[in-house]
């Protein structure tokens, strides 16, 4: 180390955008980049999703010494970084799509669950973006890190905390270098199923030198005031969303009732599945997907491809669910002109996502066509205006840099600066 050694931060994408943030701190030799996702940009129709393409569209960051050389055409400069590391806050596409583009020989780390079912989300290679070199069905390595055990990448120190989000295993990250410390939230929340592991984020991360935090949560302020806003309307949480599914099985005791989560949501399907006075039936992708955590009730569609680890006792079949109307709640995945007229359908954060996801419109009308109700259920994986506040207020970070946000503008620092970077700009701290 000499006394020119300074502690720089970049900041590739993600920054005006819901999704998608690469950033990279960087220490002399050394540096590690965190997360590694895809904007999500439906509208633009691209042809493809080449790395040229990506690049192009500014969907990932043009980073530079941490991309697959095959990709890029260009060397990773190792005589400028000898020490290199990569890291994933969670399983959301947003922030892991890309991995696959990450050089092989760079290690790449991320919480437990994270790490254990990201492999299994590509099984069949239509998760991530494909590496280069291998089939569509492989994922590169991932090492799954213990939860606030160092982890050393030269003279970086990385240490991952557990955290809340509407994906299962999300985590917070704490960057510390000889002189300066560096805490990056993820997706964040205090209205999920633990608030007192982002409060020990929190508190681990009190005094940093800077906070780099999510602002999905006023990305709206036209819709503020809205009860109907699309990102915070319905239950407020958790424990209340699974509750108005209960009650909605028990107000409707003779009817068709489907519904659908978003497959890395697993947290939320195991609460709905243990809370529900149905039998819940998944489809046999999603039961496969979580067969770890134990053995669910599922369905196949005509002709589907069988899964080997799935218990064949506990198979329904999927005319007996068509026909049902009392016994069961069972995850739909399409041919929804098959449920019954006058059925229920319950939509929790599943896809088609929302407005801006064009498949959504054509999605919701035609279940209006074959009588069924639609119900939205969501419960935001996203701290809103007031929990964002908190969670700054108990870091008061010296610098605030507000990430994954349309406003970034709207996110404050009571206790310090707060930067508003542009898309390639390096900060020094």
Not at 267 to 275: S, V, Y
Request: proline content about 7%.
């Amino acid at each position: 180390m000499t006394l020119k050694d300074k502690t720089t931060v970049t900041f590739y994408n993600g920054l005006t955008t819901i999704g998608g943030p690469m950033i990279e701190v960087a220490y002399n030799k050394s540096h590690v980049l965190f997360d590694l996702g895809e904007v999500y940009r439906p509208e633009l129709k691209l042809p493809d999703e080449s790395y040229q393409t990506l690049i192009k569209n500014k969907l990932i960051g043009d980073v530079p010494n941490f991309y697959d050389p095959k990709l890029t055409g260009k060397p990773i400069d190792t005589d400028r970084w000898e020490h290199a590391a990569a890291y994933i806050s969670h399983l959301h596409l947003d922030h892991s799509k890309a991995m696959n583009f990450l050089a092989p020989e760079i290690p790449l780390y991320a919480g437990q669950i994270t790490a254990h079912l990201l492999p299994a989300l590509n099984e069949k290679g239509d998760f991530l973006l494909p590496a280069a070199g291998h089939d569509r069905t492989y994922t590169r390595p991932i090492i799954a890190a213990e939860y606030k055990k160092p982890i050393k990448v030269g003279d970086i120190i990385l240490e991952i905390y557990p955290s809340d989000h509407d994906a299962y295993g999300a985590t917070g990250l704490l960057v510390k270098t000889p002189d300066k410390q560096i805490a990056y939230t993820g997706d964040i929340r205090l209205h999920g199923y633990h608030p007192d592991w982002v409060r020990d984020f929190m508190q681990a991360a009190k005094n940093s030198d800077m906070l780099i935090i999510e602002g999905t949560g006023v990305s709206w302020p036209e819709e503020k005031h809205d009860e109907n806003s699309e990102e915070f309307t319905g239950p407020k949480n958790e424990v209340e969303l699974t509750e108005e599914i209960v009650r909605l099985q028990k107000a409707n005791p003779e009817r068709q009732i489907t519904f659908n989560t978003y497959p890395t949501n697993v947290e939320r399907l195991l609460r709905i599945i243990a809370d529900s006075p149905r039998k819940v039936v998944l489809h046999a992708q999603r039961a496969h997907l979580i067969k770890e955590s134990l053995d669910y009730p599922y369905y196949y569609m005509p002709n589907e491809e069988h899964y080997a680890d799935l218990k064949p006792e506990l198979e329904v079949s999927y005319d007996e669910l068509l026909a049902d109307n009392h016994k069961y709640m069972w995850q739909v995945v399409t041919d929804y002109d098959k449920l019954q007229k006058g059925g229920l359908y319950i939509h929790s954060n599943a896809e088609p996502l929302g407005d801006f996801d064009p498949a959504y419109k054509p999605f919701v009308e035609a279940l209006a066509n074959n009588d069924i109700e639609y119900k939205a259920l969501r419960c935001s994986g996203h701290a809103d205006e007031k929990e964002l506040k908190e969670i700054i207020a108990g870091v008061q970070p010296a610098v605030l840099v507000p990430v994954h946000t349309l406003h970034p503008e709207l996110e404050e620092n009571p206790y310090g600066e707060r930067i508003l970077p542009k898309r390639g700009q390096t900060i020094t701290l």
